[in-house]
């Protein structure tokens, strides 16, 4: 059984591929790989929020916060970020690129580190389960986590 179903009943499921997302953020000048997950993250959790599950690709506790492996792999094996995210898709759906833009303004003028600290809450911390900060993780981030949370979260 997928561990989304249980969830997916009370989410509209938009079904939006996470590059699409990272390559929103791109556009907007930011080029640093630890940003965009940090901004891919916080979109995620405010589609939650508002009852909306961007995409099923579950996040994993990260070291340095939660992590997206396609976003991460894609982004790393890549020598030339512009070729790559010209060839992602546009996004088009006005819902989810409010909502990106809602986490981009909630979240650019923090720094690198401010965004990972802020990353390091709730359902990343319950992840990595006491595991110290400096240690590595490839544990995934359980939706229900992100979700009670999103809904707790001001």
């Not at 600290?117 to 992840?127: F, I, L």
Request: with cysteine; glycine share 2%.
């Amino acid at each position: 059984m997928n561990k989304f179903t249980k969830l997916e009943i009370k989410l509209k499921n938009l079904n939006v591929e996470p590059l699409r997302i990272a390559r929103f953020f791109y556009l907007k000048g930011i080029v640093s790989h630890l940003v965009i997950q940090k901004l891919v993250y916080f979109s995620f959790l405010e589609g939650l929020k508002n009852d909306l599950l961007l995409f099923s690709e579950t996040f994993q506790a990260w070291k340095y916060g939660p992590v997206l492996r396609s976003v991460f792999d894609e982004m790393t094996n890549c020598s030339d970020l512009d070729v790559m995210f010209a060839q992602v898709s546009a996004l088009r759906r006005s819902e989810v690129i409010q909502l990106l833009e809602n986490a981009y303004q909630s979240n650019k003028s923090l720094s690198t580190w401010d965004l990972v600290d802020k990353s390091h809450y709730g359902p990343w911390q319950k992840a990595r389960d006491n595991l110290p900060t400096e240690e590595t993780s490839t544990q995934e981030i359980e939706l229900k986590e992100l979700f009670n949370f999103a809904k707790t979260k001001k």
